[in-house]
């Protein structure tokens, strides 16, 4: 079940709409074009997740790509709305997903709409289960986002069907997920998270408590979960890093995630079927850092 919430001038708390009626034209830029941005937040217990980090990134996403949407003021109240409108998201954990489009062809105005669905159990699953992770090329050097800023990288486009693809083959290959490198073979991100790793000694095997994430500068999407994780972390005493980040990092590594709004911190297992530290470090660290993110949320 999705509740959906439109965005209209007219109705300043947003415009309820049936979910299983006709409601997007079929010319609007966003369908025929992947022409839009969109965001997936969290809301636990009906309350969304780091509202103000995604409606900054959804703002700066439409800023890279010269596209005027509803004010932050608007996209709360369509937001607070849909969630009152969801009677399960009270004791369910639900996926709020904002969405925002070039709009019709002609119209010179965004489509924007808020959907709120509750989480899939099997998304829940992997923060337990961990994943089995597949490096596979994004065919970029790591330095191409400053160079060719048409390329939209950082920005959160509709255009996930590529994302989907290397989804689609991870499954394929009996992986559950995966993780992007560069053409200059450097760790970037999954198709719909960000990548981190945990070391808890160092070369000469004294305790340290370092977190370390792909530097922000290689086209990749400044996860916000990676962000208020980060701020915990530093309170709570551990050292953050910024990549460069290569593949044997991640081996090397004594526990490694893939940390997103809505399955948040998921260990990974296998690395292209490679252990990556070992499940009982793995657990702990899980639950340690799983605890510093739910304090922020
Ligand atoms: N990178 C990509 C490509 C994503 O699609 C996402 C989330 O969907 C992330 C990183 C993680 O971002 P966040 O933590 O804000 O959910």
């Given amino acids: 079940m999705t509740t959906l919430v ?4 007219q109705h300043p708390a947003g415009r309820l709409a049936d979910p299983a009626a006709p409601a997007i034209m079929a010319t609007d ?17 009906g309350a ?9 990134r959804l703002a700066a996403s439409a800023e890279l790509m010269d596209l005027t949407i509803p004010d932050a003021g608007a996209w709360q109240a369509a937001i607070l709305h849909a969630l009152a409108a969801t009677p399960e998201s009270q004791d369910r954990q639900c996926t709020v997903r904002l969405t925002a489009t070039r709009g019709p062809e002609g119209a010179h105005r965004a489509t924007a709409w808020v959907a709120v669905s509750t989480v899939s159990p099997a998304l829940a699953a992997q923060r337990e289960k961990g994943l089995d992770v597949m490096l596979l090329e994004r065919g970029y050097d790591s330095d191409i986002a400053a160079r060719a800023p048409w390329l939209l990288l950082g920005a959160k486009t509709l255009s996930y069907a590529v994302n989907m693809a290397a989804l689609r083959h991870a499954h394929s290959e009996g992986a559950d997920d995966v993780i992007f490198t560069s053409r200059d073979g450097l760790v970037l991100e999954g198709p719909t998270s960000s990548v981190l790793l945990a070391h808890i000694s160092d070369d000469s095997g004294d305790p340290v408590k370092r977190l370390i994430t792909p530097h922000l500068d290689t086209g990749i999407l400044p996860g916000t979960t990676q962000g208020a994780l980060f701020a915990a972390a530093r309170d ?6 910024y990549g460069p980040v290569t593949p044997e990092d991640l ?6 995630w893939l940390i997103s709004s809505i399955r948040l911190l998921a260990p990974i297992n296998t690395i292209d079927g490679h252990s990556v530290g070992t499940a009982g470090i793995r657990q702990v660290l899980t639950a340690e850092l799983s605890a510093l993110l739910a304090q922020t949320l």
């Fill in 29 to 45: 830029q966003g369908l025929t074009r992947g022409d839009g941005i969109f965001e997936s937040l969290l809301a636990v217990k």
């Fill in 48 to 56: 969304p997740r780091k509202l103000g980090a995604h409606l900054a």
């Fill in 6 to 9: 439109f965005l209209d001038p």
């Fill in 251 to 256: 081996l090397d590594a004594d526990a490694a």
């Fill in 236 to 241: 709570a005493g551990w050292e953050l890093g």
